[in-house]
């Protein structure tokens, strides 16, 4: 199935090159079709398919898991360790020559086993969350639907194959996050997300089309190594549209408001998309593209702006949330934030924010489930101030999240501090003012995320309890929904330390990941930046627990600014409909009104007339004789009077 060729010799430093696949890296298009089988397979046998669907579906992406474990061990005993497999041709219009292909190397390949590792563990999962949902077949379809167009998306050996991932993406998302839809807010979610994400979207298709329009190509090596030869304006055009792109899959600023409403989805449609898909895919087109982010320094302000501004929006509405599933969407808005800004720095912070999409894949999968559990022994409630002590009822629950919350609030030795403190460090290393202004932002950050999850934590486990009147005794979860529980649990303390010392070595083989920029000292010392870190993280979470250990109001209370705003997602909902929303419904309006009174009223005015005045004539019509000769008679009278009155000159 496809072209296979040998290994071809490595390029000169400086340009991107990538050999070609061969034995058993030259089936690598398994890790798609695998799942993307299992989801047809699904669909078109309909309800015949729900006794077993489900366990077709987490056997795919277990398959693929293994497949991308096999071919991960075959990438390493590579001494180019960038191998690409051609398909066949896809589009060939003119001067324009897309190849279907896919690129398999160091940075696909951790994402592959990220996508597809954390994706069955949360496969393994769904089976038992889902058990009384009368569409679980359709369910899983979709999920793997999802997985498969994920996988396509990292795998893409060009711009127009991660397009069609992209978007793949998006449908499966809007299928996942409206998954029950005759719930209005479900509903209104999926078209939520589908409809922020076609603006991002436009971006990135924008983008491809500019390269094509100046480079002559979309193959990934052909543009990277053509970045030079373009204008800096140029290349600041393209860099901000495939931002544009990224901030809209990864939830950041200004198209984060879709993020926190996908929670309407089941739980597990939550785990996948905020730890394995998706929200990654915006973190993972700026690290592909890092030749053309890194060939402009205002591109990379750009991005390291949008990462921060976006880290505090998620810290700071994340406090003022009280359902558990938004909690967790805002943490992730907020921990995307801290990769955009790794990846917007440049050098090895590309690479530093990588490491730390990998472990919040871990912690961030491990909460989501955790939260699912809760709601499983809790009757599906969400509201945490209605919760309290779980930590006697759900044991393996409390241990497991709070494992993943020791995690994202950088908490040494768990993952979160190996992975989240080097970008902290990595800001306070530009050689400018902005290293203040952008370490500080990372840091202020870093205290809020210790406050507001110890809030959600604490008052979810801890305290008195606070259940309603029909919640008898909750209790844990079965142990098909546990054991990804305890795997997620176990790599939410592993993970960041074994990552961090293994993952920029192994990147630095993609384009440069990784590799150390020299030249740049930070402003303060990595010990001061480290302790800075452990002490504003302790400080949050020291407060949070003071003021939450014994519960909280169940009603609304009066607040501040501050916290208004922050219940309100600091307004940003009410600017996107001032601004988008209310006038798109003025001017859909007009034109109907346009449309009805205008193009349709003169057409319809024009035919009323000439009905009307037909039907007038028509009354002329009689029938009978002594009409005709009377009409007759009148104009004959009428010609006579008018050749009397020329003789008599009254008409000269």
Not at 23 to 33: C, D, I, N
Not at 118 to 140: K, N, P, Q, T, W
Not at 402 to 414: D, K, N, Q, R, S
Request: glycine share 12%; charged share 10%.
């Amino acid at each position: 199935m496809g072209t296979i060729l040998t290994n071809a010799p490595a390029e000169p430093v400086g340009t991107v090159a990538y050999a070609t696949a061969d034995g058993l890296l030259g089936s690598v298009w398994l890790l798609v079709a695998i799942p993307l089988v299992s989801a047809a397979v699904l669909l078109l046998l309909g309800r015949r398919a729900d006794r077993w669907g489900h366990w077709l579906g987490v056997a795919a992406i277990g398959a693929a898991f293994v497949l991308g474990l096999t071919y991960f061990l075959q990438l390493r005993g590579l001494e180019n360790k960038s191998v690409e497999l051609s398909l066949w041709d896809f589009i060939t219009v003119g001067d324009l020559r897309v190849d279907f292909g896919l690129l398999f190397d160091p940075l696909a390949a951790v994402f592959v086993l990220l996508i597809t590792g954390v994706g069955f563990l949360i496969h393994l999962y769904a089976v038992e969350y889902m058990s009384h949902d009368a569409g679980r077949r359709r369910f899983f379809a979709y999920f793997n639907l999802f997985v498969a167009a994920m996988l396509l998306l990292v795998l893409g050996n060009n711009y127009v194959m991660l397009y069609f991932g992209w978007e793949g993406v998006g449908l499966a998302s809007y299928l996942l996050i409206s998954f029950w839809y005759e719930r209005p807010s479900a509903a209104t979610a999926g078209k939520k997300a589908f409809l922020m994400n076609r603006v991002g979207d436009a971006g990135l298709a924008i983008g491809i089309f500019i390269m094509f329009a100046t480079l002559g190509t979309t193959q990934y090596d052909e543009v990277f190594n053509s970045v030079g030869a373009l204008g800096a304006t140029t290349v600041l055009v393209l860099g901000l549209l495939l931002l544009l792109g990224a901030t809209g899959k990864s939830g950041q600023f200004p198209l984060q408001a879709w993020l926190p409403d996908a929670m309407e989805g089941p739980t597990p449609v939550s785990a996948l998309i905020h730890a394995a898909t998706m929200v990654t895919a915006g973190v993972y087109l700026i690290a592909r593209s890092n030749p053309i982010f890194s060939a402009n320094s205002t591109l990379q302000l750009v991005v390291v702006s949008v990462g921060a501004l976006t880290l505090l929006i998620g810290c700071i509405i994340g406090a003022a949330k009280d359902d558990i599933k938004r909690v967790l969407a805002w943490s992730t808005v907020s921990q995307i934030g801290y990769m955009f800004l790794g990846v917007g720095l440049g050098g090895a912070a590309y690479a530093l924010a990588i490491v730390h999409l990998l472990a919040h894949g871990f912690f961030k999968a491990n909460m989501f489930l955790g939260a699912g559990s809760v709601m499983h022994g809790m009757k599906d409630q969400v509201d945490i101030r209605r919760f309290g002590g779980l930590s006697k009822h759900m044991k393996i629950t409390w241990i497991t999240f709070m494992m993943g919350w020791l995690a994202i609030i950088g908490m040494f030795p768990f993952s979160g501090f190996f992975s989240k403190e080097p970008i902290i460090v990595a800001a306070f290393e530009r050689d400018d003012w902005t290293a203040w202004l952008f370490g500080m932002a990372a840091l202020l950050g870093a205290g809020l995320t210790a406050f507001y999850m110890t809030r959600l934590f604490v008052l979810t486990f801890h305290g008195p309890k606070r259940w309603t009147e029909d919640i008898e005794q909750p209790h844990e979860s079965p142990k098909l929904m546990t054991i990804p529980l305890v795997l997620l649990g176990a790599g939410s303390v592993g993970a960041g330390f074994l990552l961090a010392t293994s993952v920029p070595d192994w990147l630095e083989a993609t384009a440069g990941l990784g590799a150390q920029e020299e030249g740049h000292h930070a402003v303060l010392s990595h010990t001061v930046i480290t302790v800075l870190s452990l002490l504003v993280t302790v400080l949050g979470a020291g407060l949070a627990w003071f003021l939450f250990r014994n519960g909280t109001a169940t009603a609304p209370q009066p607040a501040g600014v501050l916290v208004t705003a922050a219940r309100k997602n600091l307004y940003t909902d009410a600017v996107n409909e001032a601004v988008f929303e209310k006038p798109g419904i003025f001017l859909t309006r007009a034109l109907v009104y346009l449309d009805n009174r205008g193009v349709d009223g003169l057409v319809n005015g024009l035919a009323a007339g000439i009905g009307g005045g037909s039907g007038r004539l028509r009354r002329l019509q009689t029938g009978f004789v002594r009409s005709y000769a009377t009409s007759i008679l009148t104009g004959a009278l009428l010609v006579l009077a008018a050749f009397l009155a020329v003789e008599a000159g009254w008409l000269a």
